[in-house]
């Protein structure tokens, strides 16, 4: 239940910033880069916030230019940006969650070789990263209390010889995040960002990374 208050939160805040991106469905884009992890009273959190999230969340907003939705992509592009969360539901209801250094020592990022990175330090992220990432976190605590006060962001580094960010969700590929003793596995390209297929049967409207229909089991178009 509070994973489905988290998503309805989330999407309310965003529509703080401004109106989805129509071709995107937002509650199935948010399910894709947001995963949970519940055992018992225990949730954890690997929240991956890619780049293309600030045109769909602002570009249909009259208030946020364009030149300032690329300022922001151009700040993030060369990270990958992680929100985690480690949190434990007392039986009176309460809430106490792993502070950022708890998180900082257990998280870390497998790319599809098998490579693992370890967070940024402060002085490794660009002040405007720093800057933009530092005004979300008010905005979390406003919206879910003591929840949002646990989630911590972190920045990762995985790029080509060129500064090129290796993950891409447009792109082909994979990567883990680990932390608190789970592991969040995203697999590449985002589906909400592919154009969707259809089966050639019903013309019933599927996933644009499924290659076949579940009901017919044919390939889809």
């Given at each position: 239940m509070k994973v489905i208050i988290f998503n309805l939160l989330f999407i309310s805040c965003i529509s703080v910033f401004g109106q989805v991106n129509s071709d995107v469905n937002l509650f199935?884009?948010?399910?894709e880069i947001q995963k949970w992890d519940k055992t018992g009273n225990k949730m954890a959190l690997t929240f991956w916030i890619p780049n293309s999230y600030w045109s769909i969340a602002l570009s249909n907003n009259d208030q946020v230019p364009p030149e300032t939705i690329k300022q922001i992509e151009n700040a993030f592009?060369?990270?990958v940006f992680i929100c985690a969360l480690d949190v434990l539901i007392n039986s009176d209801g309460t809430m106490t969650c792993a502070d950022e250094s708890e998180l900082r020592n257990t998280i870390?990022?497998?790319d599809n070789n098998g490579k693992i990175y370890l967070p940024l330090s402060d002085d490794q992220i660009s002040p405007m990263a720093k800057t933009l990432s530092s005004g979300i976190k008010p905005m979390f605590v406003q919206m879910l209390g003591q929840m949002g006060k646990g989630m911590y962001f972190y920045f990762f580094e995985v790029n080509d010889s060129n500064?090129?960010?290796l993950i891409n969700e447009y792109e082909k590929g994979e990567f883990t995040i680990k932390h608190s003793n789970k592991e969040f596995k995203y697999i590449l390209p985002l589906?909400?960002?592919l154009p969707p297929k259809f089966c050639p049967v019903d013309k019933e409207q599927m996933k644009g990374n499924?290659?076949?229909c579940p009901i017919h089991g044919v390939k889809l178009k």
């Open positions: 199935e884009y948010i399910k592009e060369n990270y870390s990022l497998v500064n090129k960010n589906a909400t960002l499924w290659n076949y």
